[in-house]
């Protein structure tokens, strides 16, 4: 909440605390975070249903391994999704 407030964004949004398998969206949105690295992938199927017929943005927070961290997390969406879908991995922090 503080950082809805320190960026004047409380007009455009509406923050949701809990669990997103068990919320039901009331509309859909085009940015979802996931800051869970322990679990957030296991959500995933959850918070593609929230995004807009559009597509959108989603925060997945995960653990990889230093190896081969790129193809680690993308195996894991794939994974959790169980069907093809079109994502991007933006960025993997080592």
Avoid at 13 to 19: A, R, T, Y
Avoid at 58 to 77: G, L, M, Q, R, W
Wanted: charged share 25%; hydrophobic share 40%; aromatic share 8%.
């Amino acid at each position: 909440l503080e950082n809805i407030s320190r960026n004047k964004v409380s007009a455009c949004v509406e923050p949701l605390f809990g669990d997103v398998k068990k919320i039901r969206p009331r509309a859909t949105c085009n940015h979802v975070i996931m800051p869970a690295p322990d679990s957030a992938v296991d959500y995933l199927p959850a918070a593609v249903k929230w995004l807009s017929p559009r597509g959108g943005l989603i925060h997945c927070y995960t653990f990889v391994s230093n190896d081969h961290p790129e193809i680690e997390a993308a195996e894991k969406v794939r994974n959790s999704l169980g069907k093809k879908i079109s994502f991007k991995i933006a960025f993997v922090r080592k």
